[in-house]
């Protein structure tokens, strides 16, 4: 196997991964009565679809067909968020395990788009690598949405102690 063929499966499994996700976020957002956490669901949803697309324009760049490949490591990522859908638990708790799920969706994503990018760099497809880092920029700032949404959401509960 070539770096390029490397590469080429790489992307396939990204467009996978992101097709999957473009499934799964409405259930993540239906799921939460947070408004905050919806907004961030949705925004995603949004940025996902596009990222398909940019996925494609890569693969376009690079004579690959994106398709005929499954990610599996983001199915078992899907599967453990639907897990948590079916649990038994309180609003806010269920709120930190959906933003845990979500989370390791991301890091899973930077990990795979950061991988992808060094070696579109490696083998001098530069334009490929700057659409590859504008994807890796979203799943970067949609993290640290979480992050935020998760420490006010515990900010506001530990004021909310106080008070009692
Ligand atoms: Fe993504």
């Known amino acids: 196997m070539t770096l390029e063929e490397l590469l080429a499966d790489e992307l396939k499994d990204l467009y996978s991964a992101e097709n999957q996700l473009v499934k799964a976020l409405p259930k993540l957002a239906k799921a939460t009565d947070s408004e905050d956490l919806r907004k961030a669901f ?3 949803l949004e940025q996902t ?3 398909v697309r940019r996925i494609e324009q890569v693969c376009n760049e690079l004579s690959v067909k994106p398709g005929g490949r499954k ?5 078992g990522l ?7 859908l079916s649990a038994d ?5 269920l709120d ?4 845990g799920a979500a989370q390791k969706v991301e890091h899973y994503e930077i990990s795979a788009y ?3 990018r060094a070696h579109a760099r490696q083998l001098g497809f530069m334009r490929a690598a700057d659409l590859l880092g504008e994807t890796l920029h979203e799943e970067e700032q949609a993290d640290e949405k979480l992050t935020m949404i998760a ?5 506001v509960q530990a004021a909310m102690s106080k008070g009692n």
Request: hydrophobic residues 35%; proline residues 3%; glycine residues 6%.
């Open 49 to 51: 679809r596009n990222q």
């Open 114 to 116: 950061g991988t992808a």
């Open 151 to 155: 420490e006010n959401r515990v900010n």
């Open 71 to 75: 990610c599996v490591a983001m199915e």
């Open 42 to 44: 949705e925004h995603h």
């Open 78 to 84: 899907i599967e453990e968020g639907k897990e948590i």
């Open 89 to 93: 638990a309180e609003p806010d708790i």
């Open 96 to 99: 930190a395990a959906l933003i």
